[in-house]
């Protein structure tokens, strides 16, 4: 490679890292307009993304109500599209909405432009099936770009206190109940997976992950722990 063209690349570089990484990590490390953990109430706020699914969503959704349990969903737009019904059935049920991009597509290579146009897309796919204003945005891979804080500045921006790498099966058989029975049953929002067809996902680990969850739902019960959606927070 000439000298120019390591000059080059190395500008390319320098200004996606500025672009994308470098405020991926500002935000995060500094919590800025972000939510992490749950600071009004003491429950444990259940999240899942990726879906909707018309297998898993709904088996999952079977589950939660027969614990009556009501969780929140970051869905991506083109599924809502293809699946209105599971969307209208979250909403009938006392579930809580959120954006999480039309596509399931990093912001770090999304224009401001493009970004907007996610968000916007995915807010009228959820609107069309539940009537209500969409509140919660929480991006895929929790990546930002320096333009994000602006294009969300509209809604509530979720993170989340724990993620347990449930999009794999191999993690939802032998980990998961062990890191789910340590985390904090207070003030913690726990981010799951309820479609496996997200790049790097194992297609059936949504099924492996709502028997996982099952038991540990029956143990936290027992112990008096509350669940409770992002609209308590």
Not at 41 to 64: K, M, R, S, V
Not at 159 to 167: A, E, L, R, T, V
């Amino acid at each position: 490679m000439t000298h120019i063209g390591i000059i080059s690349l190395s500008i390319i570089v320098l200004l996606f890292l500025i672009y994308s990484i470098f405020p991926t990590v500002i935000i995060r490390v500094c919590r800025l307009g972000i939510t992490k953990k749950n600071k009004r109430n003491n429950g444990i706020a259940l999240t899942f993304d990726d879906g909707p699914n018309p297998e898993y969503t709904i088996q999952l959704l079977d589950l939660l109500k027969k614990y009556e349990i009501k969780g929140s969903f970051f869905v991506v737009g083109s599924k809502v599209k293809n699946n209105p019904d599971i969307i209208k059935r979250m909403h009938e049920e006392g579930h809580t909405i959120g954006i999480h991009h039309f596509d399931h597509i990093s912001s770090w290579i999304l224009s401001p432009f493009q970004l907007s146009k996610q968000l916007s897309m995915t807010e009228k796919a959820i609107m069309e099936c539940t009537h209500e204003k969409v509140t919660f945005y929480r991006p895929p891979w929790g990546h930002f770009n320096i333009f994000t804080k602006i294009a969300s500045k509209k809604y509530k921006v979720i993170m989340w206190s724990d993620i347990f790498g449930d999009w794999k099966v191999e993690t939802c058989r032998n980990d998961l109940l062990n890191q789910l029975r340590t985390t904090s049953t207070e003030n913690s929002i726990l981010l799951l997976h309820d479609c496996g067809e997200t790049l790097g996902a194992d297609k059936e680990a949504p099924r492996y992950m709502i028997e996982v969850l099952e038991i540990y739902l029956e143990e936290t019960i027992k112990k008096g722990t509350q669940f409770i959606t992002l609209k308590d927070l």
